[in-house]
């Protein structure tokens, strides 16, 4: 069973850093990628940064240059980091973890994280 848990987020003041991780357990052998997505009220769940596999990264236009996304692996789980610097009141969202798998390149299928709120604010 597939289970994504997120850890982090909080108030901050802007200029202020927060990481952010998710921890994905159950048949890790199969994502290829695993990401952060972010939502604002009134708006559509957007990707902020993501991490496959191999490594290649993507990132948002509006977060390059302050925000890093990075992984690793063990036995029993994939984790997923996001370090976030010079946070901007414009960055306050719930953020949520995904996780991307390749069923033996068939079909893939998207888990998702409960959401954590990140809030910048004075």
């Known amino acids: 069973q597939v289970q994504l848990v997120e850890s982090g987020g909080g108030l901050v003041q802007p200029g202020g850093s927060l990481r952010l991780s998710c921890a994905a357990s159950g048949g890790i052998h199969s994502i290829y990628m695993m990401g952060w997505y972010r939502q604002a009220p009134g708006k559509q769940r957007d990707l902020v940064a993501s991490?496959?596999?191999?490594?290649?990264?993507?990132?948002a236009d509006s977060v390059k240059g302050r925000f890093t996304i990075s992984s690793s692996r063990d036995h029993a789980k994939n984790t997923v980091n996001l370090q976030m610097n010079s946070l901007k009141p414009e960055d306050t969202a719930v953020y949520y973890c995904?996780?991307?798998?390749?069923?033996?390149?068939?079909?893939?299928?998207?888990?998702w994280g409960q959401g954590t709120q990140v809030t910048v604010s004075s």
């Open positions: 995904n996780a991307r798998y390749d069923y033996e390149g068939i079909s893939t299928r998207d888990f």
């Open positions: 991490i496959d596999s191999g490594g290649n990264t993507e990132y």
